[in-house]
């Protein structure tokens, strides 16, 4: 059965909207920050607008930022403030007053599953020290008391990344899990330029078919905030894309016109089961990542961390 591989509620939203499906239950906010900056929320508020979407209740936060893969400091500063400003909305009370632990998901070994360890590298961790001291550590300056884990992955733990959350929680007693991980994308367009937040936590390696168990308010017992960035797509999707361009050229074509309208018939579901079988057996399950994801996901998770040390400190 064909199925969008994406993690992006927005991407799913709009799949519906191209086959001009109205899915009741669901929501949709644009707000335009600047020309470069846009912010979407994806309202899911009931049961069917859940099982339409295949995914939780509850609010998607997406913010695309085109530029966000130039090595422009200003520009990435405005995405960090816009990021903080968005999880300020979501917190369960006054940031000051909160115990958080950030969670940073993936393999720092494999570059495109890096951004969640790279984040947590980055953070202004300051539950020791406030422990150690009290707030008096900063002065006047009232801050979060910030706590950070990396759990990897389970080829290098033997455990579920879940089970060892669940585990620091029930020792550290956080009122709030900030998670963060790398995501899959329907769009190249949206590859390292698109970050989204929510309130419904995260099911870790879903976006790339590897389902592990979620990490929720359900399975955590308190609240989960994931915050993601697209750093991989399925090569299908490309294909499958690339494909439709073809068929658009080959119509404007004279020689190929008829072709083009005869293959033009496809829908969507049929271009994508066909690009699946020209790729089989050895590529279909590939996914795809920029060359400079290098350099892109380190820039992306000072972006992301910078986010969060403003939404959570004064400093």
Do not use: C
């Amino acid at each position: 059965m064909f199925q969008i591989r994406t993690d992006l509620a927005l991407e799913t939203r709009e799949k519906f909207d191209e086959d001009h499906i109205e899915v009741k239950g669901v929501r949709v906010d644009e707000e335009r920050i600047s020309p470069e900056i846009m912010i979407t929320r994806v309202f899911i508020d009931t049961e069917n607008g859940a099982k339409a979407m295949k995914k939780p209740k509850g609010t998607y936060i997406t913010i695309e930022a085109s530029d966000m893969m130039e090595e422009d400091e200003d520009y990435h500063r405005e995405v960090s403030g816009q990021l903080a400003k968005v999880i300020e909305t979501m917190l369960p009370g006054k940031k000051e007053e909160l115990k958080i632990l950030v969670v940073g998901l993936g393999n720092r070994e494999v570059t495109p599953d890096a951004l969640g360890p790279y984040v947590v590298d980055n953070m202004m961790i300051t539950r020791h020290i406030i422990k150690e001291y009290g707030q008096y550590a900063f002065g006047n300056k009232a801050t979060s008391q910030i706590s950070g884990i990396v759990p990897g992955v389970m080829a290098q733990t033997g455990m579920e990344s879940g089970e060892i959350v669940r585990g620091v929680i029930e020792e550290t007693k956080p009122d709030i899990v900030i998670v963060v991980d790398a995501l899959a994308a329907r769009s190249v367009k949206r590859l390292n330029r698109t970050i989204q937040i929510t309130d419904t936590g995260i099911n870790p390696g879903s976006g790339v078919g590897n389902h592990r168990h979620a990490i929720n308010k359900e399975s955590m017992g308190i609240p989960v905030i994931a915050i993601g960035i697209p750093t991989v797509v399925d090569a299908a999707t490309i294909v499958s894309d690339t494909m439709s361009d073809l068929i658009g050229a080959m119509r404007e074509s004279a020689q190929l016109k008829s072709v083009g309208n005869g293959l033009a018939g496809l829908d969507e579901i049929e271009k994508h089961e066909l690009a699946r079988e020209l790729l089989s057996p050895h590529l279909n399950a590939m996914f795809v990542t920029p060359k400079d994801i290098d350099e892109a996901v380190k820039r992306l998770s000072y972006t992301i961390s910078e986010g969060l040390n403003l939404a959570f400190s004064r400093f």
